[in-house]
């Protein structure tokens, strides 16, 4: 453990009894007792850790660490690092990695985050907007067997093809069909007419609320009174 990064006056702790846990895992390792504690002092975005420090971290036997040093906001991996942790035995320590925006991934290693078996994985490809993903990789995620990477991958995008949008009307997950929605520009009155059948309320709620912005005079003709009232409060 890296003694000067909880030592050297860098963060200032308000709380004696975390300053003693810290001190304590210094000395001792980290324990179930400990561990939130170190993990969050790591972590803290007032702690600019040195090279060094970051390497120690990095190398540390508990997996805590390792994750805590990449989530801290100031740490710019060396591509070899961003390597080592993406291959860590630590399931929470990849996804930290993978999930944070400041690590670079290369296109490899983001094909291979893509055809990883653990949905934890290809989820934290999916919430990175910032990746540019082709259009089969993006078809990949949002087409997932897994329901919770398919709705991370369609609340990451800012826009998507006729085709997804269609595709994505037919999800099995209410959650992926209410943010498809989101993404539809001006939909027709035969889709209208076929989406406002969904059987989930907050999905054909969403709904009501597309065609108040684009087909406002058509609204009263495809709901009764009764139950568009229901919806709209």
């Known amino acids: 453990m890296p003694k000067d990064i909880f030592m050297d006056g860098t963060i200032s702790h308000k709380d004696e009894k975390a300053r003693e846990l810290i001190q304590k895992a210094i000395k001792d390792g980290i324990t179930n007792k400990n561990k939130k504690a170190v993990s969050d002092m790591i972590a803290d975005p007032r702690l600019v850790p040195t090279s060094d420090q970051i390497a120690e971290c990095l190398s540390s036997q ?13 740490v710019r991996l ?3 690092q961003v390597e080592d942790l993406l291959c860590d035995p630590s399931l929470s320590v990849r996804c930290c990695t993978i999930a944070n925006k400041n ?6 290693q983001v094909e291979r985050c893509l055809s990883d078996e653990n949905p934890f994985v290809r989820m934290g490809i999916a ?17 997932d067997s897994d329901s919770d990477v398919r709705a991370v991958a369609v609340h990451a995008l800012n826009e998507a093809t006729p ?3 269609d595709k ?3 999800d099995p997950d209410a959650r992926v069909r209410k943010e498809a929605l989101r993404l539809v520009k001006n939909p027709t009155l035969e889709q209208i007419k076929q989406w406002i059948n969904d059987p989930d309320a907050k999905v054909v709620e969403a709904l009501f609320d597309l065609i108040k ?3 406002p005079d058509d609204i ?11 919806l709209s409060h």
Do not use: C, W
Not at 103 to 108: G, I
Not at 220 to 230: A, I, P, Q, V
């Open 62 to 74: 508990y997996e805590v660490i390792r994750a805590a040093i990449v989530r801290n906001p100031n």
């Open 103 to 108: 690590v670079a991934l290369t296109p490899e």
């Open 127 to 143: 919430g990175r907007s910032d990746i540019d993903l082709t259009l089969d990789q993006k078809n990949r995620l949002l087409f």
């Open 78 to 80: 060396q591509p070899s």
């Open 168 to 170: 994505m009307m037919h």
């Open 213 to 215: 912005k684009v087909h």
């Open 220 to 230: 009263e003709g495809l709901h009764s009174d009764s139950e568009y009232s229901m």
């Open 163 to 165: 085709e997804q949008i």
